[in-house]
């Protein structure tokens, strides 16, 4: 992808006490390669500009590991800066929750909280969403494999406490799939992100928020104002009522033109995006949300005019969707004609003993997971088994290859097509990676005009926003 691409994720918490100060608690920065510097390095520039304009008190948990980042924090910003592990995150928001429950921070009184570290997909198990600690880096953007993970879950103490003595929160995520985050918004906190649910965030999100933040602004305001100003393809979003209301409508159709895929492949929204096209009703609801967006553009365009692209002043909306999704049709069709949409098809395996066990496996699983080798070393354990049980566990876990191999050698005499399948589609996945540059500039398209749209969506449904308590809006800087 472009040098100036930059996946992240951060954390801060911001509150004010007796004093004219406000303090400010700096947490993130995991996650990223060996070297003297970090992706987060600009964005806490920009941060450290507004430390003495809005009257920041700043204590750092930041990073850990890149001396130039580290030294920016310590000289250039001045702080004490600790490293981002999970024991200082979690004893730094124990601590902001027992000044909550102290009433050292009363009611009435902000916490801002700011996220900056890279970001994982959401894991069924979580509220929120995994992110990167230090001392390790990612392999995958979408994973975070490689890393040591936390999570956002914890910050649900503080929002729980604001709600119940009426302190006034705010969360700011600046990570990849941040758009989880919203889970976290209630009464009393105001959430933004830096990127949709399934979408990774950019640097330069959390730099021009930063930027942006000046004294007696909103926090909707402040988010507003960024998310016009950008064109990365990440969708940020906001926990207000008119923010919700247009997640749920705009995202699932701009979701899919928003995908995007690096050279080496680690960066990948498109190819896992193809794949789930083939499963359930997806391909005939991608093109019903196709059919529904044009419908909504088209209005769009006879009552209020076209969209100027800052990216390029000749793009217009419709016309760059059309050509993206051509791209992907292109594709689709191509896999279509080689049976791979057979691997998404799903199989109920039975195995084991006294009590069978059900496990329900893809296609591909079947015909490309589960090796010999494998079968051969549960066979070596099961010799060598000390217990009863785990005796038990070895002969259920063999007789599941062993049910497997036979699925597969029956799935293969059906359809020998699909031997080569997964190899020919690994040429059309690798033919977007090849040309991933024009595959970013029209998402980076997309997204500079959806951001356009949003915004119109958004202040004409502001001017009839009742006067009731909005967390985003009554929270002032």
Known sequence: MKKQIKFLFALALVLPVLSSATEVVLLGGGGDHEGPTTIFDPALKSLGKKIEPL???????????????EELLSKDMGLQNKPFTSDNYNSIINDYAQKIISGKIKHGEKLLIFMDTHGAEKDESLLTHPIAMSGSALTDYSSLAGTQLGSLDPLSKLTKLAKEKGIKLGIVDFSCHSGNSLSLANENTCVISSSGTNHYGYSSFAEQFYANMDQGKSLEEVFLKTRSEENMPAFPMISTRIGKQLNDEEYPLFSPYLNTVNKAGDADKLGPYIRRVFEGNNACMREQNFGKLMGQLQDFEKTV??????????????????????????????????????????????????????????????????????????????????????????????????????????????HPELLTANDEAGTYFKSFRDKSNEIYNKASQIADLSNQFYDHQYHERLKLEPKAPEPCRDFKL
């Open 305 to 414: 005019g076209a969209l100027t692209s800052k990216v390029n002043h000749s793009v217009d909306l419709i016309e760059v969707l059309k050509s993206y999704k051509k791209d992907q049709d292109d594709c689709i069709e191509a896999l279509k004609k080689i049976n791979y949409p057979l691997f998404e098809k799903k199989e109920t395996i039975s195995y084991g003993h006294p009590k069978p066990l059900t496990e329900e496996l893809k296609w591909r699983d079947i015909m490309l997971g589960y090796p010999e080798s494998s079968l051969s070393y549960f066979q070596g354990l099961l010799k060598g088994a000390k217990t009863p049980v785990e005796k038990r566990d070895y002969e259920n876990t063999i007789d599941k290859f062993k049910k497997i191999r036979e699925k597969r050698a029956e799935i293969q005499k059906a």
């Open 55 to 69: 009257g920041f008190h700043v204590t750092s948990s930041f990073n850990g590991g890149h001396h130039q980042t």
